[in-house]
């Protein structure tokens, strides 16, 4: 079968396929938008590819047919047969059917040899951030990551410093990877129609990590965005302030700044220096 949105739709109807607003379950049925996701992650030779939610397969349809090996994860159960019929043609395919949340990623990943990794999904949007956060902190080595949000968070993952969205999570993903808009996806394009818009977001895995205490520049960071309104000497009343004020003036700052006009260099350079 080659993959088209009314064919899924058909198939979606004759198994008579309820969608669960509980899993965040909006199918893309624009295959345009698939061929962009699927282009800009330039899979490469010798790759595994993860997918968290391939809902009825649209996506990983075109995984498959580009990747060495996919491996899926999804929620529903329900989604099994239709899985299984419309990705028949591959066999180069690995759907666990378990919460992504849930899994010992780090353990289904040892089953796999490949060269590059790559996480290519349209995230169910009731835990978008746990997922990425989850690949952080499980200390996945993944090349790229190139994913459909909701504008929104999307917004917040990518924002720059002294912009109104940077944030403490723009700080965290930041540190582990160059992260861009590829581009704005229509609510359109999502069967049901959701009540918001989207984007496809890239993120490519930065090489230096330059910090010598991860957790403790993870404090700071989050600390320091506290109080978004606050400035640095507010939030940061417990850390020794005549240090941090030595390093801010470097800088051109003193502690009457505010955590958000702090690029992520000057974070590390501060929690390297506690
Ligand atoms: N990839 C499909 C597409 O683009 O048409 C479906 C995307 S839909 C936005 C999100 C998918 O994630 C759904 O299939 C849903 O069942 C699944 N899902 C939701 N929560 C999940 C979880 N915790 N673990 C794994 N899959 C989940």
Do not use: W
Not at 207 to 216: H, M, Q, W
Not at 235 to 248: P, V
Request: net charge positive; charged share 30%.
């Amino acid at each position: 079968m080659k993959y088209s949105p009314v064919e899924a739709n058909k198939i979606l109807k004759e198994h008579e396929f309820n969608f669960k607003k509980k899993f965040g379950q909006n199918f893309i049925v624009d295959e345009n938008i698939i061929d962009n996701i699927i282009k800009k992650t330039d899979i490469k030779e010798d790759s595994l590819v993860i997918e968290v939610g391939p809902g009825s397969g649209a996506l990983t349809y075109k995984l498959c047919a580009k990747a060495n090996r996919v491996l899926c994860f999804e929620i529903d159960k329900t989604l099994e047969k239709i899985l299984k019929n419309n990705l028949r043609e591959f066999n180069n395919v690995d759907i666990v059917f378990e919460d992504f949340l849930q899994v010992d990623l780090k353990k289904e990943l040892k089953k796999y040899n490949y060269k590059h990794l790559y996480l290519v999904a349209n995230l169910p949007y009731y835990i978008t951030t746990p997922i990425i956060t989850k690949v952080i902190e499980q200390d996945i080595d993944i090349d790229k990551m190139v994913v459909m949000v909701q504008k929104e968070v999307g917004e917040r993952f990518s924002a720059k410093v002294n912009t109104k969205h940077y944030n403490s999570l723009s700080v965290f993903l930041q540190y582990h990877f160059d992260i861009h808009k590829i581009m704005d996806v229509s609510r359109n394009v999502f069967v049901p129609k959701p009540n918001v818009d989207s984007e496809v977001v890239e993120f490519v895995k930065k090489e230096k990590i330059k910090t010598n205490n991860l957790d403790k520049f993870y404090s700071l960071v989050k600390d320091s965005f506290n109080q978004k309104r606050k400035n640095l000497r507010n939030n940061l009343k417990s850390y020794d302030l005549e240090k941090i004020e030595l390093i801010l003036k470097k800088y051109g700052y003193d502690l009457t700044a505010r955590a958000e006009q702090l690029s992520i260099d000057i974070f590390i350079d501060i929690s390297n220096n506690l």
